[in-house]
């Protein structure tokens, strides 16, 4: 027998015994994926609830629109079933405008211990600052504020409707966020008391004087800015810092959703919004989900401007970010 056909013996010998033995092995069952039962998100719902904000004119603070919007999204969430509770407070503006603000908040499933918390602000800005044009304009704020308490009103009218999540979910919109100082500008006045910045007046009040005394929740999710066409969520820096996780947890979320064109998996550095004095004052680790625009930076070209406006409301955007959210909250345990 040559040498050669001594080794192609001993190779398919050698070959037959590991079958053999892997045949003999135990096999090992895949880890069986939860199924959970999530109610579709209906982005056609959600555009409506936009829209529907932007008719009521601009959302400042002291105005006719603003006070009717209050009315509707209170009159909303007590209609989809919600324990709901207001907190009205007055304060100073960066120039010096006396305003009364309105946070609002909806919870379902009050007894659950285990609570997620969803927010968004509702307020629109005073002025279009960054228009090109008129600086002193009012804007619908169709994007920024409006889109984002969209797509939780369509939430709420989700948990309305059917089945909850077995957490419990607090909602709550923040007022006053969007009444900073203008571009370039500062205030000669001394920061009212209780307060340590001219923005996020609502989250600012809402961090130090909770709704429920010894409030907490396992996390948060802020949106700002989340229904344009063609946006892109990077991930913030704040974010990261203080809940790392729960990045972690919706962007793999919406990866799983095939939502990577929307949630892009880039770090990027952080911002001052609702989110940050949640997280630092209020120690609930908290998220922001805000649109990030490459070559311009966060909000987009059309932030505190007049372009902010319906024509650049997406639903598809709208339908990324709330089917992740319903996920995020649904697979929750």
């Not at 918390?117 to 509702?122: G, I, T």
């Not at 919706?250 to 004095?277: E, P, Q």
Request: with cysteine; hydrophobic share 35%.
């Amino acid at each position: 027998m040559s040498l050669k056909k001594i080794i192609y013996l001993t190779l398919v010998s050698l070959f037959i015994l590991d079958a053999c033995n892997l045949k003999k092995k135990p096999e090992q069952a895949e880890e069986p994926v939860r199924s959970v039962n999530v109610p579709p998100f209906n982005a056609d719902s959600a555009y409506l609830f936009v829209e529907r904000q932007v008719k009521f004119g601009p959302r400042v603070p002291n105005t006719k629109a603003h006070d009717l919007a209050a009315d509707y999204f209170i009159s909303e969430f007590k209609k989809h079933g919600a324990t709901v509770i207001t907190q009205d407070f007055g304060t100073t503006t960066w120039d010096n405008h006396k305003v009364q603000l309105k946070n609002i908040i909806a919870s379902y499933n009050p007894t659950a211990q285990k609570r997620i918390l969803l927010a968004s602000h509702w307020d629109t800005r005073p002025y279009a600052d960054k228009d090109k044009k008129k600086k002193n304009a009012p804007f619908e704020g169709a994007n920024d504020g409006a889109s984002g308490v969209g797509i939780l009103l369509e939430i709420s009218r989700l948990f309305g409707q059917g089945k909850l999540p077995s957490v419990g979910v607090d909602i709550i919109l923040f007022d006053g966020e969007d009444w900073g100082t203008k571009e370039n500008e500062k205030s000669s006045l001394a920061m009212p008391e209780g307060y340590e910045d001219w923005w996020c007046l609502g989250s600012q009040y809402w961090a130090k004087h909770k709704h429920q005394k010894n409030y907490s929740a396992y996390f948060g999710i802020l949106l700002d800015m989340v229904g344009s066409k063609h946006a892109q969520f990077l991930r913030e820096g704040v974010s990261l810092e203080y809940a790392p996780t729960v990045v972690e947890k919706v962007w793999n979320t919406a990866s799983r959703l095939g939502y990577t064109d929307y949630f892009v998996k880039t770090n990027v550095g952080g911002i001052t919004d609702d989110h940050a004095f949640v997280n630092e004052i209020g120690k609930i680790p908290m998220i922001d989900i805000v649109h990030y625009q490459t070559g311009v930076g966060f909000f987009g070209d059309y932030h505190h401007s007049r372009k902010d406006n319906m024509s650049i409301i997406s639903k598809e955007t709208l339908g990324a970010v709330g089917t992740t959210l319903m996920n995020v909250v649904y697979y929750e345990e």
